[in-house]
């Protein structure tokens, strides 16, 4: 008599016993198999900081239309909601601009470390943020480059020359065409304090921005600035006289609402162990707590 | 040769095959379970409409605080993160008032239809988004008492009232004492424009707010003010005669931040196609086993953005 754990069939096959053994164990491993996997994530993505993500890259564009990559350095921290809206504004304007444009994705980058603002969190802490907040977007990445391939500070305009660079490699369809490297576009995503920095003076006489690095941002490149404040933005940048060289390439979007939700507003309400609920994504406001980062002495 | 079907053991209870057998039967119909489940809940929930939730409800404070519950009624058509937000900020506000109160629970308590306001979503539609707001939160809670369980527009003074007598109900702790009915207090929520109202006079010469509702809502209750614009809501609540008699029942929360995410500004960017991503609440989160979806009629929709466009929303003749 065969008793039931007999493996074999008269065929000498394994019997159906066997691959069913076979493959429950195998499911019964696959979290065993998914932690491996996330440690060796874990340990060997941060080789990966000096690539370009490009997974949420959009590869093909409608017929006519420029694909165009919106890149915002600054500091996020910690990342905010309006960081979010902002970058939804921009490629609102973007695309409804003549509808010119359409967006294939968009890059925060943190700033380095050693830029020295005082309320700037641990670079690897802000990247994980912004890699939250960002986490349930379907066209917004994270990138690294600028916070931990690099080991100083990069000017921007360096930074954006290196998106500009990495993007003309990836290969994206206008229309009917077949994929063509070199056809993405990039603007730099910016708030109205930053277009009026465009224009000012350090107290040295020193300018905020080499007309040089402008030259590159904007001319070569183009800006698309999003209103935080009442600020007259076109009056801006038409005062201005780099940018106003370059208005063409200069898009602005008036946002229907300011949320008004800086990093320091709410660095000043985890100071005071108020509620920052809906102020920040919540992965980020989870990771803040987790990561204790409303304790850090420059952020009181 | 015995086969391999064969269930019964030489003793004669089921075999372990039986059994294994039964048993991924069983799991592999859990998801049929679950959308029996979904489908009675969503027949059923709506007989549900004229109890207060309680679910959220906090039923322990602190020795010497006061229990305390806070109640919006608006339209929320729809709902926005400001109106999280002011929940968030009233809390924090209640409780570092000499951290007297304890908030116990917050209410999103949308409008009847019949209040008449242009944009007002159908009732079922608010409702839901406000359950797809607050699914995520652990303190806030959707009431479809006004807007579902009553036939025509209730007063703001009797919604309070009926929350007031469902809140007395409930038997909440204070401290190492045993719980006690009649304990948790009530404070409305309300905007800067709402205290405003107070002292408003419609253009018949009409009173926006009835003296004796006022006198009610704040004297017998008490009223937390968030607000909105740069307006002094201090010398709004002194200059009115009626709240002036009742400046300690009234709180007072001065955001540090005015995201100003109004649902009319919302339903205008959705007229004009533009993104309301991060204006209004937007947490993915499907699952059959996700805590806090319990409370959450419709089931596992739980993403307000995602609702408005399934249920096009935005296509509404009077959100155009």
């Given amino acids: ?16 016993k066997l691959r069913w053994h076979a493959f429950a164990v195998a499911f019964g491993m696959l979290p ?7 440690a060796f994530m874990r340990v060997f993505h941060r ?4 690539t370009l993500p490009s997974s949420k890259l959009r590869l093909q564009v409608p017929e006519g239309r420029i694909p165009v990559a919106i890149v915002a350095p600054g500091s996020f921290s910690p ?22 444009f359409k967006v294939v994705g968009g890059y925060m980058s943190p700033v380095h470390d050693a830029y ?32 931990l391939c690099r080991s100083e500070w990069t000017p921007t305009v360096e930074v954006v020359s290196r998106f500009a660079a990495e993007l003309s490699k990836v290969p994206v369809a206008v229309g009917s065409n077949r994929p063509q490297c070199g056809k993405v576009q990039l603007v730099m995503l910016c708030g109205g304090d ?16 080499p007309d040089d690095d402008v030259e590159v941002i904007v001319g070569q490149h183009g800006l698309v600035c999003v209103g935080r404040g009442k600020a007259d933005l076109g009056a801006i940048a038409r005062e201005s006289t780099v940018l106003g060289k370059h208005l063409d390439k ?14 320091s507003v709410v660095r000043q309400y985890l100071a005071s162990n108020q509620s920052i609920r809906y102020l920040v994504h919540d992965k980020v406001r989870d990771y803040i707590f987790k990561h204790k980062l409303n304790e850090l002495p420059n952020w009181q």
């Fill in 1 to 16: 008599m065969r008793s039931a754990r007999e493996t074999t069939s008269p065929r000498g096959c394994p019997g159906r």
């Fill in 32 to 38: 065993a198999f998914a932690a491996v996997r996330q």
């Fill in 47 to 50: 080789q990966g900081v000096c």
């Fill in 79 to 100: 990342p905010t909601l309006l960081h979010l809206r902002m970058f939804e504004e921009a490629r609102d304007a973007l695309e409804r601009t003549g509808g010119k």
């Fill in 116 to 147: 020295g603002k005082a309320s700037l969190a641990p670079a690897h802490h802000r990247l994980s943020m912004v890699e939250a907040a960002v986490s349930d977007s379907d066209w917004i990445m994270a990138d690294s480059w600028e916070c």
């Fill in 194 to 209: 930053v277009l009026q920095s465009f224009n000012a003076t350090k107290p040295s006489g020193e300018r905020v921005w």
């Fill in 250 to 263: 200069i898009v602005l979007a008036k946002p229907r609402v300011l949320t008004g939700i800086s990093s």
